[in-house]
């Protein structure tokens, strides 16, 4: 079956900052689409690959999350991200970002989200592939 792989690469990339915790089965699921057809089309798409795409997004939602609702815990911010368990969330922050998602929301160093995310960020506009745009 032919996609058409720009439209699909919007939705996956709508979904994912929806949901950064969507799994690949999952999006597969929503977006009618085998998940190794997903990965094509992000790895035709991009030069970045899908977990690449998925841990932007999830810093970037953090750092929105955090922006919006200053007081939030790491438990209440895991929560509103999608995430079941806060110690789950915890860990692919780690991953994303280097940091513990605490030592983040304790010093206000949300900036440092930012600076991890630009790398994902910076391939993308290389690539000419709009992102969602960040409100102001």
Known sequence: MAYEHRRVFKQILLLLSENPSISLKRLS????????????????????PLKDLRKAALLRGVRLHFQRQRGLSVKQLSHSMGYLSARSFARAVRRASGVNPSVLLVKGSIEQLKMAALPIMAALAADGIDTPREPE
């Open 29 to 48: 699921a929503e977006l009618r689409v085998g998940p190794r057809t997903i990965q094509n089309i992000v790895g035709n798409m991009t030069s970045v």
